[in-house]
């Protein structure tokens, strides 16, 4: 059983008063080879875990940021593969906490416990699986806890009370809650901030275990309005933008580093 390095790490943050702050990145983008060296650039401008998108024809969670990132991912030969062997690579050099996002049917004919074998021999840490139904989950759920992989389901602004206690409970270590009603895609705002705040006042009063926010981050006045009451937030769509125009790995982690610094400043 491998070491749960998700749960240790949102124990140490909350020892220390601080939040987990979580970059998005999709692997082979904006540059083929570029995935290590923004792992461990992120992890080292202050990246508390990463998330890692495998690349999907479909993303139906994202938005037009993501799903460009997706196709061209592909495009330079992204794969499951792939990602687990850049995830590899990356955990030699670092203990954060890497976590895959992905769509089940690339899972599946990839073969579950396969990717589950392999992801533990990679040290991957946890999986987001966006289209996979909790009541259908239940299979997944099993394999993955005896593999020692975490499962992190998503809450949405407008669910129940007794839902968010029912994904709390089926989520190993922490759940990701989604800022509103749509797909990922940076904005400036939450729009009704007052209803937002009710959101993650529901989202505390009915989970026991540690909650992230995320889709539509970008900035730093939102991150520090969300971790009033959240115990992190993960930041993709507007980090891919700050490095989707480089055409070269250092660019793309110079670029990288540069927006990711600036949000975790003070």
């Known amino acids: 059983m491998p070491v749960n390095r998700i749960h240790s790490a949102f124990q140490q943050l909350r020892a220390s008063g601080r939040k987990a702050l979580i970059p998005y990145i999709t692997p082979e983008f904006p540059v083929r080879g570029a995935t290590v060296p923004l792992i461990l650039e992120l992890v080292e401008r202050g990246a508390t875990h990463v998330e890692i998108g495998i690349p999907f024809s479909d993303p139906i969670a994202d938005g037009v940021t993501i799903q460009r990132s997706s196709h061209i991912a592909l495009e330079h030969g992204a794969s499951i593969g792939k990602v687990l062997g850049s995830v590899k690579e990356a955990r030699a050099r670092t203990d954060v906490p890497l976590i895959l996002m992905g769509y089940f049917n690339p899972m599946v004919r990839y073969g579950i416990e396969k990717f589950l074998t392999d992801a533990v021999a990679c040290g991957v840490d946890g999986v987001i699986v966006p289209d996979l139904l909790p009541e259908e989950s239940v299979g997944w759920r099993k394999a993955s806890s005896i593999a020692g992989i975490s499962n992190v389901f998503l809450m949405a602004p407008t669910t129940p009370p007794s839902r968010m206690?029912?994904?709390?409970?089926?989520?190993?270590?922490?759940?990701?809650?989604?800022?509103?009603?749509?797909?990922?895609?940076?904005?400036?705002?939450?729009?009704?901030?007052?209803?937002?705040?009710?959101?993650?006042?529901?989202?505390?009063?009915?989970?026991?275990?540690?909650?992230?926010?995320?889709?539509?981050?970008?900035?730093?006045?939102?991150?520090?309005?969300?971790?009033?009451?959240?115990?992190?937030?993960?930041?993709?769509?507007?980090?891919?933008?700050?490095?989707?125009?480089?055409t070269t790995i250092d660019g793309a982690v110079r670029a990288a580093s540069r927006f990711f610094s600036a949000l975790v400043q003070g």
């Open 165 to 246: 206690a029912y994904l709390d409970s089926i989520s190993t270590d922490f759940s990701y809650c989604v800022s509103v009603t749509g797909v990922t895609g940076a904005r400036t705002g939450f729009g009704d901030a007052a209803a937002f705040e009710s959101f993650l006042d529901r989202v505390r009063k009915n989970t026991s275990k540690p909650f992230v926010v995320g889709f539509g981050i970008s900035n730093r006045g939102q991150i520090e309005t969300v971790c009033r009451s959240a115990d992190g937030v993960v930041v993709g769509s507007a980090l891919l933008r700050s490095m989707e125009a480089e």
